[in-house]
């Protein structure tokens, strides 16, 4: 299959609140979950990544944890700022159900805002 | 600092004409994405290639729209007709590798608007 979903749409924290953000996939040969950060206007840039052979991965405030049984995967904000307001997105490379190469596929975004 | 390049940044143009997206993507990377990007679609994989060879396409209304790479350099994305239902930001990302597990790196995109 080919279908990565990411919830919520839309998530509003307080300033030094923590922020989840959950992803799903279809294709249980993935073994490659990358986030992308986009502010407004400009380009999706890579934040952070987790490969199968690893359950969790940091990088200071940011970490990433995957479950490959249930198929999920989530990004982790703590302590959050202003400047971590943008649309966070998940992607997963995913087979298709009528065969042939697999593609990245990226979910829906989720909007963050951090109210300070 | 290595990195994508779109051009056009902005094109605006009339129902009908043809419009050509270009992306020059980060030397010696092997894998070339097209993706457009709206408010109601998110980022939707229209094309990529590897190695210059199409791999999918099947993201694209075959009709109208044509990917190609004509050398390593430059990869082109036409709309001919275009429709304004087309209007979107388009983005050419590369990555590095022979699979998809590595990171893909986004041009700065086009926004164009067809009215």
């Known amino acids: 299959g080919e279908n990565v979903e990411q919830h919520p749409s839309t998530l509003s924290v307080q300033e030094g609140d923590s922020a989840v953000i959950k992803c799903t996939y279809s294709?249980?040969?993935?073994?490659?979950f990358p986030w992308y950060k986009q502010e407004l206007g400009k380009r999706p840039q890579l934040i952070i990544d987790?490969?199968?052979?690893?359950g969790e991965k940091k990088d200071q405030r940011i970490a990433v944890t995957l479950n490959k049984t249930a198929k999920h995967f989530s990004l982790h904000i703590t302590e959050t700022q202003p400047e971590d307001s943008a649309v966070y997105f998940c992607?997963?490379?995913?087979?298709?159900?009528?065969?042939?190469?697999?593609?990245?596929?990226f979910g829906a975004g989720t909007r963050l805002a951090v109210h300070p | 600092d290595a990195r994508v390049t779109q051009t056009p940044r902005h094109k605006v143009t009339e129902m009908g004409q043809e419009v050509t997206m270009r992306c020059q993507p980060i030397l010696g990377h092997n894998t070339v994405f097209w993706y457009r990007q709206t408010m109601m679609q998110g980022l939707e994989l229209l094309a990529y290639f590897r190695n210059r060879a199409p791999l999918d396409d099947s993201g694209m209304p075959k009709d109208r729209f044509s990917a190609e790479m004509p050398d390593a350099t430059l990869a082109t994305l036409k709309i001919q007709p275009s429709e304004p239902r087309d209007s979107a930001v388009y983005f050419c990302?590369?990555?590095?590798?022979?699979?998809?597990?590595?990171?893909?790196?986004f041009g700065q995109g086009t926004r164009l608007t067809v009215v």
């Open positions: 990302a590369s990555g590095p590798g022979q699979t998809l597990n590595t990171e893909a790196f």
């Open positions: 294709d249980s040969a993935s073994n490659y």
């Open positions: 992607a997963a490379p995913q087979t298709p159900l009528s065969g042939g190469y697999n593609k990245l596929i």
């Open positions: 987790i490969r199968s052979n690893v």
